[in-house]
């Protein structure tokens, strides 16, 4: 563990992984904390329970906005639990100076997703710090969900399922991207930020056996089939022809040497679904605008317990490790 604190630290990938486990889970250690999942699972599984912050620059970008992000954000981690978003919190730290009709613009995103979710804000707080203090501004949600499916865990994958991802990776980051270093493009590209609980509330409602959920956000797929190899002593094999990117990411990639498959995203997920159920979960998964690219990418093996393996399509194979470093700094 270092002596002080990189911006590598907050990636989601193995710099992240080292100060929550070292640092926070150390003190905090318990029976819930340790199941590591989206929302933690409380009230004798009835509820489920998340929090999150958000400090993205900038805070108005293609697609969304931090007040989208930071609604998108809290409730798509209790709908991975198979949860219906049902109360936030929201707390706010503006720094002085901040106009007053952006924080109206970021107030009204927030409110317009929170209906989509079908959820409420029942409570808050509002801090105001110097100028300097802060940037601009920085969000905290916290969100409490109703569990209408109970089981779901990222502790529980087997060879008996196969793994789907909803839509194109890595927009959600290469869209910051275009926006901070202020480059045109002539493409639609824009962040994959959306509410996530009408997707799930469609699959649960078809009886789909859903193993584990995971919104693909910080360090991306990557992270989270590297976290669900270990949780659940696995080998995930994956075709990399099947990722769906998009061309504009590819470009982005290309062009810095980023991997798609690490770059963060706010609407993509991964599911862990039984193999019967997987054809019939992308098909309804399809019936969605935004997941014409649902697929399945992966399956589950024994061939090497807690790693993530990706095939070429020219027939070799490499280990698809957690990511390290911080590609982008301040995306969510």
Not at 60 to 85: E, H, Q, R, S, W
Not at 93 to 113: A, C, D, N, Q, Y
Not at 203 to 221: C, E, F, P, S
Not at 299 to 320: E, I, M, Q
């Amino acid at each position: 563990m270092t002596k002080t604190i990189s911006l590598a630290c907050g990636n989601g990938g193995e710099e992240n992984n080292e100060l929550i486990s070292k640092v926070f889970y150390k003190a905090f250690k318990n029976e819930i904390l340790d199941k590591s999942e989206d929302a933690a699972i409380i009230h004798n599984g009835e509820l489920a329970f998340s929090t999150d912050s958000f400090t993205v620059s900038p805070l108005f970008f293609a697609g969304a906005d931090i007040g989208k992000l930071a609604v998108c954000g809290t409730c798509n981690d209790l709908a991975m639990m198979g949860a219906k978003p049902k109360y936030l919190t929201c707390s706010v730290i503006i720094e002085e100076g901040f106009e007053t009709r952006e924080l109206e613009r970021i107030v009204r995103s927030m409110k317009k997703e929170l209906e989509i979710n079908g959820a409420i804000v029942v409570s808050g707080d509002t801090k105001v710090v110097p100028r300097g203090s802060v940037d601009k501004i920085f969000i905290n949600t916290s969100g409490i969900g109703e569990v209408i499916k109970k089981g779901i865990s990222s502790n529980n994958i087997t060879k008996d399922d196969v793994i789907i991802i909803n839509r194109d990776v890595g927009c959600h980051g290469a869209a910051i991207f275009v926006a901070r270093e202020g480059i045109e493009m002539s493409s639609s590209l824009k962040s994959d930020c959306e509410s996530l609980y009408p997707q799930v509330k469609a699959l649960l409602d078809a009886g789909i056996k859903i193993t584990a959920m995971r919104d693909a956000t910080r360090g991306g797929v990557s992270a989270v089939l590297n976290e669900w190899s270990r949780q659940s002593n696995v080998c995930i094999e994956v075709e990399e022809e099947s990722i769906p990117v998009s061309d504009e990411v590819k470009g982005i990639c290309e062009m810095l040497g980023f991997e798609a498959a690490s770059l963060a995203n706010e609407g993509t997920f991964v599911l862990a679904v039984n193999h019967e159920d997987a054809p019939r979960a992308v098909e309804i998964l399809k019936t969605f605008e935004s997941c014409s690219r649902a697929t399945i990418i992966a399956k589950v093996t024994d061939t090497h317990p807690k790693k993530v393996v990706l095939n070429s399509s020219w027939g070799t194979s490499r280990f698809l490790d957690t990511p390290s470093g911080e590609l982008l700094p301040r995306i969510c």
